[in-house]
């Protein structure tokens, strides 16, 4: 009786050896990591020269910017804001880096320039 309880434990152990193994080689065969298609690199955009605010200054922007990778909108007391963030662009003395120009208006019409920011390059953003 000893000696079948230990044939029956063998095959079982036996059985689950191969069925792991089974499952092993169907898990690597599976390729879980997305494909990497790289493309040729963006082009930068080219933005007009702008200077910082100067009085009577007033830029309509948005009859002439191109269209930003961010913007965001906000209003403080009676200004209103927008952050242009362009992750590649030539710009003034900045070749080819992420630009943000930060405006403010009374009128959501006549726009200010105040702050112009470089960004530091980040590869694969998207």
Known sequence: MGRWK???????NLNILVLFAIISLFLSACNT???V?????PQPVNLPFLR????GECYYIDDFLPTPDSLVNG????LYLRYY????????YWSEVGIMLAFYSRDMRCWALFEEYALPRIDDIK
């Open 37 to 41: 298609v790289r493309g040729p690199p």
């Open 85 to 92: 963030t362009y992750w590649n662009a030539r710009y003034k």
């Open 75 to 78: 209003k403080t007391s009676n």
């Open 52 to 55: 910082l605010e100067q009085a």
């Open 6 to 12: 230990w044939k029956n434990t063998y095959k079982y």
């Open 33 to 35: 990591a997305p494909t």
